[in-house]
């Protein structure tokens, strides 16, 4: 921290180490940007507030997948009763490696479901396809992109079946990700550099919010 | 009015009528719910404003497809660059009857400018699709929705191209705009009802506003 006085830390590593990681940060007083998922959360959350540490902390650092996630959040708060009588179909697309059902598909269901009323729609609906045969027909994914893709599909349509709502987000490799943390570290560095000190612990839609003054 | 006393009527007639027959249910003091597009909307708005009638007015009756259209513009009041960089693709389908380029194809294409950044994208950039092969084949309009249907495409690439997003409303027949209509009535006659009078011109965001409270 001495010899690089400016440095704030990336960390995509895995869930064991999103706790071990945070403490040693937080002893170090070094400012760091978190996108592994993961951990204790609530500790990692407390480790950092103890400390007085600034850090973005965010499980998507996509910042177009989080400004449609906070996009979805607002519309459903606003018109909650919107798709009343709709039906949804989620699929998502990942490499086969990856055994759980998408995060964010998750997380956008929350949403939809303040739209849908009623019973809404359960996660466990949601339709993961890890087939090589699927992936590249019916999702459209790119072959070199089979073993890194997440791909996602949500479809409304009205009880009578004339209309028809899709929202997609398609993404291929990690670069998404990589400029959204480089992003966070930056408007991290500037944060500091302001000093403002009432809040110092950031999320994606704080970064994204801050291109309003772009 | 003194035969039918709770009656709104609703409006859908042509550009032309718009103005006279708001003058008409100005005069008789009849509550309307108009979704008629085009006349002097100023004077419309003016017309109604001075009669101290209640009235929704709004050139979009689709409920869902307003709720998008103000999803997505306070996306882009609060995430202004989420877009920086991207490039956009919008194509829409109507009926080979209609020459104009969709009126909500362009009130989107406002709101994603807001996140796009730089250039943005140009109304005349909007692709119109008014071929029986390529709404049957490419838009997948059903065959017997040939002659009444909005299908709208909105789709946004990363500069690398590894990330894409879509946006898709597709609409066959009439319905959803009559069921907006009615929603918007039994909206109005709740308001009337109530006769808290300080606001009596109503749009479809009220409408769906008023979901909150469902």
Redesign the interface.
Known sequence: MEKYPGMVVIDFTLPAAVNENAELYCAAGCPFVMGTTGGDRAKLMDDVASAGLYAVIAPQM???IV??Q???E??AE???????G?TMTVVESHQSTKVDTSGTAKELVKSFNG?LGGEGFSNDDIEMVRDEEGQLGRMGVPKEALSGHAYHTYE?T?A?G????????????R??YAEGSVDAAVFLAERIAAGAGDKKVFNMVDV??S??M?
């Open positions: 996509g910042k177009q400004a449609l906070a996009g979805l607002t519309m606003s018109f909650p009763a919107a798709f009343g709709y739209m409304l009205s009578d004339s209309v028809t709502f899709q929202f997609q987000h398609n993404v291929c490799g670069s998404i994204l919010k291109g309003a772009a």
